[in-house]
């Protein structure tokens, strides 16, 4: 959970430490573990700790103006998003990085700059070759990303380049890290369709570009913190370029923060205003909770923060202090012994910086990052939305879903400064009337369609994309399936077809469809949603009903297995010949614009995206009442619009609840309630399948009604207002964030600075 190395810097080593890094720019955690054991033992000079009690009182700073700057640009804004896919979607941003500009496409004639980070990460292809990872690369022309699914080359211009202090370095001898700011070109932009208003950078730094995949392991793990810590304070730095006339004098008023991997970003922001940094004085700052799961939090190792916050005499009195000198050590020795060992070590590790940060530590005792906007928040400098107005009400009546935080979100959420905000997508990369992206053969047999098409006419082409996937999943004369036809992504080595169709379904291609994708973890819920399959076919013996699910399962440790072992006792039993599960993303488009139904059964979910892919195809979504699945798949009883199907309650129903759905008398405890819980779901989807099979096979009228309330839904971020009170999501957030004067009184920072 927390950093799994530090370079403990000594006088002694400083020469030595700062020529292997300049040897190599992409420097690793595991570097620095070597260091560790290379100056553990040298000597220790003999300074005195310094008093960290006295070192957190702050004087307060009463000279810096937090209004009427008049080089603060109100129509601009920066956007930071620091999670390690950018070229894949990044959580609630709802978008891939191509697509950014649509976000707030020419919105009030405003500007906006987007900051990704430099992720050189592995190139993946696809068994022709393809290439379908992410990497940024280098030809002639310099360095070049690609999007997934594309070989096209988008080039990259570098703009500003300095040297960083980072870590503990900076303490004991001058040291530093070059970072580096890269702009997409204007005539690349142009090319990809982007608004003249937006700008894309990526910002360089040694730890983002040594990362060899997107995530370095789970999303609370302490390397992470260490590595968002330095994009953030390489982001923060390097903005102030941007104000430079050669690059457009963008000084923005308004500057908006993704998830728990930018709040460091808030941090030496707030730091830098605190400074004197022009740049980052009246500046309106937002922040964007995507996902407040535990696992999601931020979660992750305090001294990564601590080395950018604190005064080089914390920083050389940390390092010099024995007590953490053998934690360090110990922790670098942990790493071969067994799992409890190493969490005591990082239980140890945490109390210790517990003494020093203790405002970011929170209910549940640990580092959390994302306590950087709350505390931020609290104190007025910094609002805070989530991603639907449903999930923000769970978070704060369901304490599972903000586990650590829940008092503090609640508080917020009372005092006006957290509320919820519906997701857009970027409606461009879902286009039933485009092939873009369909892998080859795929894209040259299906039938697109507009959503203005007359409806019979839509429904005749899902028919026929229904067929044309069906063929595609039959095995051939030698019992193969060419899954690569369908799935770009699919990686024989790495992923497997699990069952398949049996050949007399090619008779009878007007059976009914359900199709489901998403991870193979626990949020996602597969295992809800093949137990509700099976609870379906087994009350339902008449139907003929066909299931297709794409999910990543491979990798997925305990969920995944039990995924798979799931999935191979239906494909091998009662539903051979009728179920396919697709161990890997299958893209929506193939599965949606052939599909008569999509089963999404995520046990929380803060938006989501998959409920809109399938809308944007016709294919009718049931989904689990829970976050933006509540907010956006509207029922005949909530509208007369109806857009879907849902279960009655979320994952998270009470025990009375259970007892009643089960019809159970016995103790409901601890251990028993997830099981109960799954049981109850899953009931309440097959229920839900149920209700939109009764529908809809038995009124055409009614089935086409839905489905074009499907099509012509609005998604985007600038049209979809009847999931937000009537306002489009982009001007909520220009309101709740930025239309009003959110620059008050100083605020102190969290420990001392320089």
């Known amino acids: 959970m927390f950093i799994s190395g530090i370079n403990v810097s000594l006088d002694a080593q ?31 000079s003999n300074i005195s700790k310094v008093n960290f009690g006295a070192l957190r009182k702050t004087t307060p700073i009463t000279h810096i103006s937090f209004a009427g700057n008049p080089d603060k640009h109100s129509d601009e804004y920066l956007h930071v998003i620091a999670e390690m896919a950018p070229l894949a979607k990044t959580g609630g941003a709802a978008v891939v990085a191509e697509d950014l500009g649509h976000m707030f496409p020419n919105y009030n004639n405003s500007k906006h700059a ?26 002639e022309e310099g ?61 360089y730094t040694p730890l983002c570009s040594s990362m060899e995949k997107e995530y370095s392991g789970a999303y609370n793990d302490g390397n992470l913190g260490n590595i968002y810590s330095q994009f953030s304070k390489a982001a923060t730095e390097l903005a102030p370029e941007l104000a430079k006339a050669e690059n457009g004098n963008f000084n923005p008023e308004n500057i908006l923060c993704h998830d728990w991997h930018t709040s460091y970003f808030l941090n030496y922001a707030n730091t830098e205003n605190q400074n004197g940094n022009d740049y980052y004085s009246g500046i309106k700052p937002g922040y964007v909770i995507h996902n407040l799961g535990r696992a999601y939090q931020g979660v992750t190792s305090p001294y990564g923060l601590f080395c950018q916050v604190a005064s080089p005499e914390e920083i050389k009195a940390i390092n010099q202090d024995p007590e953490f000198q053998n934690l360090m050590m110990e922790q670098y020795r942990s790493s071969a012994q067994p799992l409890k060992h190493r969490q005591n070590v990082e239980f140890e590790i945490n109390n210790y910086f517990k003494n020093i940060m203790p405002e970011l530590y929170d209910e549940k005792g640990a580092f959390n990052a994302s306590m950087i906007p709350i505390r931020l928040a609290e104190r007025g400098w910094v609002t805070i939305h989530t991603v ?4 923000a009400d769970e978070l704060t009546n369901t304490p599972e879903l903000s586990e650590g935080l829940t ?8 005092k006006g400064k957290m509320i919820g905000i519906t997701n857009g997508m970027s409606t461009p990369s879902c286009d039933p009337s485009s092939t873009k992206g369909y892998p080859v053969p ?26 044309k996937l069906f063929e595609k999943l039959v095995p051939d004369e ?3 399936l060419d899954a690569s036809q369908i799935m770009p992504r699919f990686n024989p080595e790495k992923n497997q077809i699990i069952g398949y169709l049996d050949k007399q379904i090619l008779n009878n291609p007007d059976v009914p469809l359900f199709v489901g994708w998403g991870r193979g973890d626990y949020q996602k819920g597969l295992d809800v949603t093949l137990e509700a399959i099976e609870k379906y076919t087994d009350e339902n013996p008449q139907s003929k009903a066909v299931f297709i699910i794409g999910g990543g399962v491979t990798g997925a440790g305990e969920e995944g297995e039990k995924i798979e072992k799931q999935a191979k006792e239906l494909a091998n039993g009662k539903l051979k010949g009728r179920l396919i599960f697709m161990d890997g993303f299958a893209p929506a488009y193939a599965l949606a614009s052939a599909a008569d139904y999509a089963l999404f059964t995520s046990r929380f979910e803060p938006c989501g995206l998959t409920q809109f892919e399938a809308m944007k195809y016709g294919c009718i979504p049931i989904v689990t ?24 309650h979320s994952f998270f129903m009470t025990d009375e609840t259970l007892r009643n759905n089960l019809n159970i008398t016995g103790e409901i405890t601890d251990k028993n309630r997830r099981t109960l819980r799954d049981t109850a779901l899953a009931e309440e989807v097959k229920n839900a399948m149920e209700r939109a099979t009764l529908t809809t096979l038995s009124s055409k009228e009614e089935h086409e009604k839905i489905m074009r309330n499907c099509l012509t839904a609005k998604a985007g971020w600038d049209n979809n207002a009847q999931f937000n009170d009537g306002t489009p999501a982009v001007e909520k957030i220009d309101n709740f964030h930025f239309n009003h004067d959110n620059r008050i009184e100083p605020n102190r920072t969290f420990i001392n600075h320089r």
């Open 14 to 44: 400083s020469a030595k430490n700062t020529s292997l890094k300049k040897q190599n720019s992409n420097y690793s955690i595991q570097n620095q573990q070597e260091l560790l054991s290379q100056t553990a033992n040298q000597s220790i």
């Open 114 to 139: 987007f900051f990704l980070p430099y992720y050189n990460g592995e190139e993946l292809t696809d068994p022709t070759g393809y290439t379908i990872g992410h990497k940024i690369r280098e030809d």
């Open 143 to 203: 360095p070049y990303y690609q999007k997934l699914g594309s070989n096209d080359k988008i080039h990259l211009e570098k703009i500003a380049q300095k040297d960083i202090h980072w870590g503990q370095d900076s303490a004991l001898y001058d040291t530093t890290d070059e970072v580096a700011l890269y702009k997409v070109k204007r005539d690349e932009m142009d090319k990809m369709g982007f608004p003249k208003n937006t700008s894309v950078y990526f910002v």
């Open 388 to 391: 639907s107005g449903n999930y």
């Open 407 to 414: 008092n503090h979100v609640k508080k917020l959420k009372q």
């Open 442 to 467: 795929y894209n040259q047999i299906f039938k697109t369609f507009k959503p203005t098409d007359n409806i019979s006419d839509i429904r005749a082409a899902k028919l026929y994309n229904k067929q």
């Open 478 to 480: 030698t019992g193969n």
């Open 625 to 648: 009442s829970t976050g933006g699945f509540a907010s956006t798949v509207l029922q005949s009883d909530e509208t007369d619009t109806p857009t879907g199907y849902k279960t009655e």
